[in-house]
């Protein structure tokens, strides 16, 4: 916000202030008077407040009669030729220092003007910095949830290998009752050969061959029954744990984004800051030398006032 300025009332109320106690009201002793207020401000007040007051009575000296009418004629010329190059020499001063003082309000506005702008950009950079941190955390969250993916995926592994140790197993039981089946076989073909001597011996073994056959066509199919089973849940979870690694590389992707837009925003944000403190402090500048102008022109002003 831009600052207050000070009225006339309070520069003419401390000017006087000063005056009863003896001081010479400058604009140094007004503004540590009140304490605050712009130089050109308060050099434009004292202005008019000087302007309000009735010049002082001089005080002549008493000369002897025989002197006066010597000197009367010659000090009015000198005071007359004095006096109008001074009032010339002080409307020059005082226009010039009229023309800075608002040279000088004119670079204070703009000075607040920047300040306020400086401000803006400081807030817009606080709030980049607190979205940058809010995205590194969603960041961090995903990473973690990408993690426990990454687990349940090697569960799944660890399931699909247990499930294909086991398919082994059947498989070699398989084989050992296939071997068992071709056994009967050639004992079903020796007790063929044997059949006149040997009836109940090739029923025996008929029926041990009829029983190892259906064992087998039985085990045959629950093993590939429970591999289709597993088949299809192996294939189910793979399918699942892809589309869930996507879904989770996707919204990866798009918070490592928003991260970088919000360190592109902050990097903006300081660079604008940095340009606005440089412009401020050359306006300040600026203004430092227009008040140094204006105390070295005020100060032949006042020696040829006092002449």
């Known amino acids: ?44 007040h004292l202005t008019a407040w000087k302007a309000t007051q009735a010049p002082a009575e001089r005080q002549t000296a008493k000369l002897p ?29 005082r226009q010039t220092a009229d023309s800075l003082a608002e040279t000088g309000e004119a670079l204070e506005m703009e000075a607040d003007t920047l300040r306020e702008q400086i401000e803006l950009v400081t807030a817009e950079r606080d709030e980049a910095e607190r979205d940058r941190h809010e995205a590194r955390q969603l960041v961090a969250e995903f990473r973690e949830q990408v993690k426990h993916l990454e687990q349940q995926r090697d569960d799944v592994r660890m399931e699909l290998a247990e499930a294909r140790n086991r398919i082994t197993t059947l498989t070699e039981q398989r084989d050992e009752e296939h071997s068992a089946r071709l056994a009967a076989e050639r004992d079903a073909k020796t007790a063929e050969s044997a059949r006149i001597d040997a009836d109940r011996a090739q029923a025996v073994a008929m029926a041990k061959l009829e029983a190892a056959q259906q064992q087998a066509d039985e085990r ?26 996507a879904e989770w590389r996707e919204r990866l992707n798009a918070a490592e984004e928003q991260a970088r837009e919000a360190r592109q925003t902050a990097q903006e944000a300081t660079q604008g800051r940095l340009k606005a403190e440089s412009k401020a402090e050359l306006l300040e500048a600026r203004f430092d030398a227009h008040s140094a102008n204006e105390s070295d022109q005020k100060g032949p002003v006042e020696g040829q006032k006092k002449r």
């Open 220 to 245: 045959a199919q629950a093993l590939n029954n429970e591999q289709q089973a597993r088949k299809a849940d192996a294939e189910g979870h793979k399918q699942a744990l892809a589309e869930q690694r």
């Open 1 to 44: 916000m831009a600052r207050p300025g000070i009225s006339f009332e309070i520069v003419a109320h401390a000017a006087d202030t000063l005056v009863g106690r003896g001081e010479k009201p400058t604009i140094q002793a007004i503004r540590a008077e009140i304490g605050t207020g712009s130089p050109n401000t308060i050099h434009r």
């Open 65 to 93: 009669d025989e002197l006066a009418g010597a000197l009367a004629q010659e000090i009015e010329r000198q005071a007359s030729a004095a006096r109008a190059e001074a009032e010339a020499d002080a409307l020059d001063a």
